[in-house]
Nanobody, 122 residues
Framework: VQLQASGGGLVQAGGSLRLSCAAS????????MGWYRQAPGKERELVAEISNGGATNYVDAVKGRFTISRDYAKNKVYLEMNSLKHEDTAVYYC?????????????????WGQGTLVTVSS
């Protein structure tokens, strides 16, 4: 699975950005898709994820401000980010889980896209 993310940039605090990610290649048996982020000097963290059934999960810090959505037909996932704060500044990574048969056992492999930088000026 190849993941191509776009939509990052510089925005003022309180502003909005929309990240997009397109999956290509072996997209059959893809499960959850989502977004992680890594701020300078911090560990990578899950921001939001969405299942094949549409169930969503968000880190507490972004609840009520970010919305994840998915276009299943186009194998795309989006992250709408509103009311951005300086602490949202990070490199955002698109991720996709895919079930793969490994030595006779089904396992979930996580694929990562290249990061896209979001900078929120205060």
């Amino acid at each position: 699975v190849q993941l191509q993310a776009s939509g990052g940039g510089l925005v003022q605090a309180g502003g909005s950005l929309r990240l997009s990610c397109a999956a290509s290649g072996s997209t059959v048996r893809m499960n959850d898709m989502g977004w992680y982020r890594q701020a300078p000097g911090k560990e990578r963290e899950l921001v939001a994820e969405i299942s094949n059934g549409g169930a969503t999960n968000y880190v507490d810090a972004v609840k009520g401000r970010f919305t994840i959505s998915r276009d299943y037909a186009k194998n795309k996932v989006y992250l709408e980010m509103n009311s951005l704060k300086h602490e949202d500044t990070a490199v955002y990574y698109c991720v996709a889980d895919r079930r793969e048969l490994v030595r006779g056992t089904w396992e979930v492999e996580k694929y990562w896209g290249q990061g896209t930088l979001v900078t929120v000026s205060s």
